[in-house]
């Protein structure tokens, strides 16, 4: 799923500002799934990584090579991926899961990647859902005073002068 195919009234968050244009929440669940995709095709952590910062964004790009390049120093597990935004610890925590119950990530990161997508859907769900209730204001502060003096007002004036004019 990609950025496009989302529609709904609130913006999708952004991971970060880029002179190329905010990335979104939905990039980086696209970004992780392309990781397990290069994970289980048989690629080095490291390099599937490498691989898809290639191909991403300029920001999420950039956090993606900041992950090879602690890879590249040794680091290991959850501390490549500490200094990155909170959007990433999923795949973090993935990975760490994998490498600890020595099971392939492919599996772990696919639903931490569906996981932010489920969770960027309720978020602009919420967001819609108060923008509904936002809508009703202007609708009570100026629509119905104004049908008053346009519709009703109109109508209880003729019937008071037809009224009016029948009793004298």
């Known amino acids: 799923m990609t950025t496009a195919e989302v529609t709904t009234t609130a913006a999708p968050r952004t991971v970060g500002d880029a002179p190329a244009g905010p990335e979104t929440v939905l990039d980086v669940a696209v970004a992780i799934d392309l990781i397990a995709i290069g994970l289980s095709g048989g690629a080095a952590l490291v ?6 910062a290639e191909v991403s964004g300029p920001v ?5 090579r900041q992950v090879v390049a602690a890879l590249r120093w040794g680091v290991l597990g959850a501390a490549a991926w500490a200094d990155l935004p909170e959007v990433w610890q999923r795949a973090a ?7 600890e119950a020595g099971v392939p990530p492919r599996d772990l990161l696919h639903d931490a990647a569906d996981a932010l997508r489920a969770d960027e859907a309720a978020r602009q769900e919420a967001a819609a ?12 502060l100026f629509f119905l005073p104004a049908f008053g003096l346009l519709a009703v007002v109109p109508v209880i004036a003729a019937l008071a002068r037809d009224v009016l004019s029948g009793v004298t």
């Not at 390099?47 to 898809?52: G, I, K, L, P």
């Not at 925590?93 to 490498?99: D, I, N, Q």
């Not at 859902?129 to 009570?140: K, Q, S």
């Open 47 to 52: 390099d599937a990584v490498a691989a898809v």
């Open 60 to 64: 999420i790009g950039s956090h993606l």
């Open 93 to 99: 925590a993935a990975l760490v899961l994998a490498e």
């Open 129 to 140: 859902a108060r923008l509904g209730v936002a809508l009703v204001i202007p609708l009570g």
